[in-house]
């Protein structure tokens, strides 16, 4: 039996009680105010990450990870509202600035991708989602910050390297410019960066089977949630979902909480009615679990061949030591 499984009897059940409750909190406002541009998809993922897998990166310092994640809501609506450029060209900006801020303060919040790419996705240019980030977001960290006490500042900060630093850009490079062939934002939903970034960052490569399951409870999340809202017509299909996605993700072990947020996104993007999704979102999952994989082993494939170029060799370990934060004095 796996840890996951083990720990439904110990706490899971009241921990996802919890996730549940603050997903029903935004539902319950979204639908009261009719304001759909309050969803905030990552409130699912921080939430699960934060009470129900207990992350330890984010729980150690969830003060700077909310700061960042609020950030990059406002970003994304000032970048929407501002910048007179093509959406992939937005999609772009974002991320890299987004991005920038997570290697350069070295918080491993990795959900303020997706935070930051919705409003893009969407031109929302209202100040009601930062709002809501700010809220919705607040409610798990206010939890975690009253039952464990942690100090205000980053605890693990996340290892910066060149070479990982190369995977996570070409990932999300790919997934771009996939974005750019179909035509469509579609093809890779926002919160699918953040699953291909904690593909990359994991400390240990990820095998194939714990990345097909990890896909397949992706699509299952989102495929579900769609069918539930066409039946029934209802943000709180979500609920649902997030129930029968924790068990799931519990039974096999898949600690990803970007499946959390993609068993929201559906009703974010209106467009739980287009079969296109259905196909579009394909593309995504599979980018999102083979890219890092993919992009690792060509990164490490050239790393090996300077290697047998002495001053080549030489010339990239200097430039490693150089960008390698852990390094410095």
Aim: with cysteine.
């Amino acid at each position: 039996m796996t840890r996951l499984s083990a720990d439904w009897s110990e706490g899971h059940w009241l921990r996802g009680l919890v996730v549940l409750i603050t997903v029903a909190m935004m539902a319950i406002v979204v639908t009261v105010f009719h304001e759909q541009t309050m969803v905030v998809p990552e409130v699912g993922a921080v939430t699960t990450g934060l009470i129900f897998f207990q992350i330890d990166e984010w729980r150690k310092g969830p003060i700077p990870f909310y700061l960042v994640i609020c950030g990059a809501a406002f970003l994304g609506v000032e970048v929407a509202r501002y910048l007179p450029v093509d959406l992939i060209a937005q999609i772009v900006i974002t991320l890299a600035a987004i991005l920038g801020a997570i290697l350069f303060f070295r918080v491993p919040a990795f959900p303020a991708l997706s935070a930051g790419l919705l409003p893009v996705y969407l031109h929302l240019v209202s100040p009601l989602y930062v709002v809501a980030v700010i809220v919705f977001m607040g409610l798990p960290i206010l939890f975690v910050v009253i039952t464990e006490r942690p100090g205000l500042g980053p605890a693990s900060p996340i290892p910066v390297t060149l070479r990982s630093t190369i995977i996570i850009v070409g990932s999300l490079g790919t997934m771009v410019l996939a974005v750019w062939l179909v035509h469509s934002p579609l093809a890779v939903l926002p919160p699918l960066f953040v699953a291909a970034v904690e593909n990359a960052n994991a400390p240990k490569a990820r095998g194939v089977r714990q990345l097909s399951w990890t896909a397949l409870a992706i699509l299952g999340a989102i495929e579900l949630t769609i069918l539930l809202f066409l039946t029934l017509n209802s943000n709180f299909v979500v609920l649902v979902t997030i129930l029968l996605t924790l068990v799931l993700v519990t039974r096999f072990a898949i600690e990803s909480p970007p499946i959390l947020a993609l068993a929201i996104i559906p009703i974010v993007f209106n467009h739980a009615n287009d079969v296109h999704i259905s196909y579009l979102i394909l593309i995504g999952i599979a980018l999102s679990q083979i890219a890092p994989p993919l992009v690792a082993s060509a990164t490490d494939a050239a790393i090996a061949l300077l290697g047998s170029d002495r001053s080549s060799a030489t010339d990239y370990d200097r430039i490693e030591a150089d960008f390698d934060l852990d390094n410095r004095a």
